[in-house]
């Protein structure tokens, strides 16, 4: 099993819809969580941190349940620049901490 | 100004070659990474230094070294290139090891080998 789990996309879907992604992680030494964008032929660049309370960011909003070990990311009101590769993150305690990256979740915003 | 910056960004060589990928960060982050990014996408830590020191090693080939002559500088040197080394190496800074940080990432140097 994958240390990080995503949806396989790709979601395609057109403006103004809501999309959510979902992310399970197995590893319950696992400390933080980070939803990170990539596009096409581009770094990664972070988008939101994920806290246990819940956190929005504008049309973004991302949660974490720390008891089924998943974080989910919302956006609202999808826009043609929100055309991209979702990227869930987690930083899992080794001692010192080890980042790992989940395969990605490709969006498509259409007109 | 660019924060994280990596070099060449493109590299084409045979196999068997060396090679060196060169990476600074001008934000006055302690700790740096590298990453391999292959053709599925997955996105793999391979190395992480904080302040010149060697943190995390993850199960690289020997071939692949890195070095820090300083924490602003993270370099890969790499020997014998193998097919298999072909991928985007991406090249990251945070602000020190706490998990929390994010990391902030290059642009990418992508690495074929023929």
């Known amino acids: 099993r994958k240390e990080v789990e995503q949806d396989p996309g790709p979601f395609n879907v057109p403006e103004g819809a809501t999309v959510a992604f979902n992310c399970t992680y197995s590893?319950?030494?696992?400390?933080?969580f980070f939803w990170y964008r990539q596009d096409c032929r581009k770094e990664p660049k972070l988008l939101m941190s994920v806290y246990s309370s819940g956190n929005e960011d504008g049309r973004f909003t991302a949660q974490l349940n720390r008891a089924s070990q998943y974080i989910s990311l919302l956006i609202r009101d999808s826009k043609l620049s929100d055309s991209a590769t979702y990227l869930c993150v987690v930083n899992i305690n080794t001692g010192g901490f080890k980042t790992i990256f989940g395969a990605g979740t490709r969006l498509f915003v259409k007109a | 100004d660019t924060a994280v910056s990596q070099t060449p960004k493109y590299l084409v060589t045979q196999m068997g070659n060396d090679k060196s990928i060169k990476c600074e960060q001008n934000?006055?982050?302690?700790?740096m990474y590298w990453y391999k990014q292959d053709s599925k996408k997955f996105l793999k830590i391979m190395f992480s230094y904080n302040n010149k020191e060697l943190i995390i090693n993850e199960t690289v080939p020997n071939r692949f070294s890195p070095k820090s002559p300083d924490k602003a500088h993270l370099n890969l040197h790499i020997n014998s290139l193998e097919l298999g080394d072909s991928a985007v190496y991406f090249c990251?800074?945070?602000?020190?090891?706490?998990?929390?940080?994010?990391?902030?990432f290059g642009p990418g140097t992508r690495l074929t080998v023929t």
């Open positions: 934000l006055g982050h302690d700790t």
């Open positions: 990251a800074s945070s602000q020190g090891l706490a998990e929390h940080y994010e990391q902030y």
């Open positions: 590893n319950s030494a696992s400390q933080s």
